[in-house]
C-alpha cells in the first residue's frame, strides 16, 4: 500500500553538512494527500525524538537542539521530504527515520538511516 525509502545518511566530519530525503510511494499516497511529513531520531541509549517536521501548508517546527542548522522542505508532487543538514555535531548521531501521517490512524515510518558525525 505504501512505503518510505530514505537516503542520504552516511559518516561525515563535525562542522560538515548531509541531505536526507524520503520517498513516500505506493497507492495511499496516490489515494490521499498526506497531511504531515517528518524526522525523527534516535541515538544510542536515547529515546526517539522528533527533530522536524513540516504540514501540508508549509509550516514547519524545529528541535531547540536543531534550530539554524536543519532545514526541512517537502516536494508534494514527488511526495519527498528532505532535511537538509548543517554545521553537524557529534550529538546529531543517530539513526534517523522518516514519518509521514495521512491521518492519525495512517501513519508509516521509514526504515531509518544511519547518520555518524565524528569529532
Known amino acids: 500500500q505504501g512505503q518510505l525509502v530514505e537516503s542520504g545518511g552516511g559518516l561525515v566530519q563535525a562542522g560538515g553538512s548531509l541531505r536526507l530525503s524520503c520517498a513516500a510511494s505506493?497507492?495511499?499516497?496516490?489515494?490521499?494527500?498526506?497531511?504531515?511529513m517528518a524526522w525523527y531520531r534516535q541515538g544510542p541509549g536515547k529515546q526517539r525524538e522528533l527533530v522536524a517536521g513540516i504540514v501540508r501548508g508549509g509550516s514547519t517546527n524545529y528541535a531547540d537542539s536543531v534550530k539554524g542548522r536543519f532545514t526541512i522542505s517537502r516536494d508534494i508532487a514527488k511526495n519527498t521530504v528532505y532535511l537538509q543538514m548543517n554545521s553537524l555535531k557529534p550529538e546529531d548521531t543517530a539513526v534517523y527515520y522518516c514519518?509521514?501521517?495521512?491521518?492519525?490512524?495512517?501513519?508509516?515510518w521509514g526504515q531509518g538511516t544511519q547518520v555518524t558525525v565524528s569529532s
Open positions: 514519518n509521514v501521517k495521512i491521518t492519525a490512524a495512517m501513519d508509516y
Open positions: 505506493g497507492s495511499i499516497f496516490r489515494t490521499f494527500n498526506i497531511n504531515t
